[in-house]
Protein backbone atom coordinates (compact mmCIF):
# COMPACT_ATOMS: atom_id res chain seq x y z
CA UNK A 1 0.00 0.00 0.00
CA UNK A 2 2.81 2.66 0.53
CA UNK A 3 4.43 1.59 -2.73
CA UNK A 4 1.47 2.71 -4.47
CA UNK A 5 1.14 5.82 -2.25
CA UNK A 6 4.33 6.82 -3.24
CA UNK A 7 4.76 5.57 -6.63
CA UNK A 8 1.32 7.67 -7.19
CA UNK A 9 3.34 10.65 -5.55
CA UNK A 10 6.20 10.31 -7.97
CA UNK A 11 4.03 10.19 -10.58
CA UNK A 12 2.07 13.42 -9.54
CA UNK A 13 5.71 15.37 -9.05
CA UNK A 14 6.77 14.44 -12.18
CA UNK A 15 3.50 15.91 -13.97
CA UNK A 16 3.66 18.89 -11.78
CA UNK A 17 7.01 19.62 -12.56
CA UNK A 18 6.62 19.44 -16.47
CA UNK A 19 3.38 21.72 -15.88
CA UNK A 20 5.66 24.54 -14.51
CA UNK A 21 7.85 23.93 -17.18
CA UNK A 22 5.66 24.78 -19.49
CA UNK A 23 4.24 27.76 -17.60
CA UNK A 24 5.54 31.16 -19.18
CA UNK A 25 8.11 32.79 -16.48
CA UNK A 26 5.62 35.61 -15.30
CA UNK A 27 2.46 33.38 -15.21
CA UNK A 28 0.01 34.79 -12.56
CA UNK A 29 -2.88 32.16 -11.10
CA UNK A 30 -6.20 32.90 -12.30
CA UNK A 31 -7.86 31.40 -9.50
CA UNK A 32 -7.35 30.20 -5.84
CA UNK A 33 -9.11 28.02 -3.28
CA UNK A 34 -8.33 26.52 -0.55
CA UNK A 35 -7.54 22.94 0.41
CA UNK A 36 -10.00 20.72 2.16
CA UNK A 37 -8.15 17.78 2.72
CA UNK A 38 -4.43 16.63 3.15
CA UNK A 39 -2.39 15.05 -0.15
CA UNK A 40 0.97 15.09 -1.25
CA UNK A 41 0.20 18.89 -3.20
CA UNK A 42 -0.77 20.19 -0.06
CA UNK A 43 1.83 19.16 1.85
CA UNK A 44 4.52 20.56 -0.51
CA UNK A 45 2.43 23.76 -0.71
CA UNK A 46 2.49 23.93 2.75
CA UNK A 47 5.76 23.62 2.75
CA UNK A 48 6.92 26.75 -0.15
CA UNK A 49 3.65 28.95 2.16
CA UNK A 50 5.57 28.41 5.33
CA UNK A 51 8.70 30.21 3.48
CA UNK A 52 6.66 32.62 1.79
CA UNK A 53 6.00 31.51 -1.24
CA UNK A 54 2.71 31.16 -3.02
CA UNK A 55 3.81 27.89 -4.68
CA UNK A 56 6.55 25.77 -6.27
CA UNK A 57 6.35 28.15 -9.51
CA UNK A 58 6.66 31.48 -7.99
CA UNK A 59 10.25 30.21 -5.95
CA UNK A 60 11.93 29.21 -9.04
CA UNK A 61 10.85 32.59 -10.48
CA UNK A 62 12.35 33.95 -6.90
CA UNK A 63 15.66 31.72 -6.15
CA UNK A 64 16.10 30.02 -9.92
CA UNK A 65 17.53 26.89 -8.08
CA UNK A 66 16.19 23.42 -7.82
CA UNK A 67 14.15 22.20 -5.12
CA UNK A 68 15.50 19.51 -2.86
CA UNK A 69 13.34 16.80 -1.95
CA UNK A 70 13.17 13.84 0.30
CA UNK A 71 14.02 11.07 -2.33
CA UNK A 72 11.38 8.43 -0.27
CA UNK A 73 8.41 11.11 -0.36
CA UNK A 74 9.28 13.20 -2.66
CA UNK A 75 8.18 16.09 -0.20
CA UNK A 76 10.50 19.63 -0.09
CA UNK A 77 13.14 18.97 1.92
CA UNK A 78 14.92 22.54 1.82
CA UNK A 79 13.75 26.21 0.68
CA UNK A 80 15.58 29.11 0.88
CA UNK A 81 13.22 31.81 2.40
CA UNK A 82 13.31 35.64 0.58
CA UNK A 83 15.74 36.83 4.01
CA UNK A 84 18.38 33.98 2.78
CA UNK A 85 17.80 31.82 5.89
CA UNK A 86 16.57 28.11 5.19
CA UNK A 87 13.84 26.24 6.57
CA UNK A 88 14.36 22.51 6.24
CA UNK A 89 11.48 19.90 6.46
CA UNK A 90 11.21 16.18 8.05
CA UNK A 91 10.16 13.40 5.58
CA UNK A 92 7.07 12.82 7.20
CA UNK A 93 4.07 15.21 6.95
CA UNK A 94 3.83 18.37 8.70
CA UNK A 95 0.84 19.80 7.49
CA UNK A 96 -1.70 19.11 10.61
CA UNK A 97 -5.16 17.80 9.61
CA UNK A 98 -6.21 21.33 11.40
CA UNK A 99 -3.72 23.38 8.92
CA UNK A 100 -4.74 21.94 5.45
CA UNK A 101 -8.06 24.81 5.10
CA UNK A 102 -5.21 27.43 5.22
CA UNK A 103 -3.32 26.24 2.50
CA UNK A 104 -4.37 28.04 -1.08
CA UNK A 105 -4.21 26.05 -3.98
CA UNK A 106 -3.60 28.01 -7.53
CA UNK A 107 -4.79 27.51 -10.70
CA UNK A 108 -2.88 28.97 -13.97
Excluded at 88 to 104: A, G, S
Aim: proline share 2%; glycine share 2%; hydrophobic share 30%.
Amino acid sequence: MRFCNLLTLNRWLRRSMACAVLLDNNAKPKSMSRAKQWTGEVENLYRFQQAGYRDELEYRQIKQAEIDRWPDTGFVKKLQRRDNTFYYYNRKRECEDREVHKVKVYAY
